[in-house]
Nanobody, 122 residues
Framework: QVQLVESGGGLVQAGGSLRLSCAASGSIFSINAMGWYRQAPGKEREVVATIIMDDDRTIYPDSMKDRFTISRDNAKNTVYLQMNSLKFEDTGVYYC???????????????WGQGTQVTVSS
């Protein structure tokens, strides 16, 4: 299994910045991509940013790409989300996700962390 542990959430004023971290551990054959999702109260979970492990290609929804940056540190098995110019509507629980195979013959599955709360005060 793979364990994902997020950190770095908290309370920030509108216009401020936060950097979230996601530390991955455990036994897994391969990880194809990692990403960040968020869920605001009463809303569905939405993707924030994705990084493709083979080539470090990053993918963002249009509404996120100017303010959010996903990156990774292979040596630390950690993925980061740098969030700038935060807005009240960025408030929510942010989840780290990994898509990968436990074994060579396994299907690609999605794994989730427990989430970290981000609250932006207006």
């Amino acid at each position: 299994q793979v364990q994902l542990v997020e950190s770095g959430g908290g309370l920030v004023q509108a216009g401020g910045s936060l950097r979230l971290s996601c530390a991955a551990s455990g036994s897994i054959f391969s990880i194809n991509a990692m990403g960040w999702y968020r869920q605001a109260p009463g809303k569905e979970r939405e993707v924030v940013a994705t990084i493709i492990m083979d080539d470090d290609r990053t993918i963002y929804p249009d509404s996120m790409k100017d303010r959010f940056t996903i990156s990774r540190d292979n040596a630390k098995n950690t993925v980061y989300l740098q969030m700038n110019s935060l807005k009240f509507e960025d408030t929510g629980v942010y989840y780290c996700s990994a898509a990968g195979r436990l074994t060579a013959g396994d299907l690609i599955r999605q794994y989730w962390g427990q989430g970290t709360q981000v609250t932006v005060s207006s």
